[in-house]
């Protein structure tokens, strides 16, 4: 039998299990994977990612100049940031290289909870 310490540890490690969940009753799958509960929900490397694949017009991850951008170090703001605030920020970044100079464009799209794109959504590999 689990004691509510280790519930409590495991639903700290794998925020999108319910207490259903670690009880053994599946919880409602989560299609972002991580970091469902946050605003901008997914993966944050994947979001990372995907700003990288814009910048560079391409879908391959391992592109170089793709790769090139995944490994330069987050800016300081960034950095000290929780998950879903990195999460936002990247998508801030996404939708600012979309509409450059288009404000209330950006603004939109920052705001629309269905802009996630595809590899944010399903990772690399996955069948449309």
């Not at 300081?76 to 970044?93: E, F, M, Q, S, T």
């Not at 209330?104 to 802009?115: E, F, K, L, S, V």
Request: charged residues 20%; proline residues 8%.
């Amino acid at each position: 039998m689990f004691s509510i310490l280790t519930i409590a540890v495991v639903l700290a490690l794998r925020p999108q299990l319910t207490p259903s969940a670690a009880s053994g009753v599946p919880a409602s799958p989560c299609k972002y994977e991580e970091n469902c509960h946050c605003a901008v929900p997914g993966i944050t490397v994947r979001w990372k990612a995907a700003y990288c694949m814009y910048l560079n017009a391409t879908d391959d991850l391992e592109q170089m100049g793709v790769q090139q951008c995944l490994a330069r170090v987050e800016p300081r703001a960034v950095a000290p940031l929780g998950p879903c605030d990195k999460n936002a920020h990247w998508k801030k970044r996404l939708c600012g290289a979309l509409y450059k100079g288009k404000k209330t464009r950006i603004h939109n799209c920052i705001q629309d909870g269905a802009m996630v794109p595809r590899f944010v959504e399903r990772g690399a590999g996955a069948v449309p």
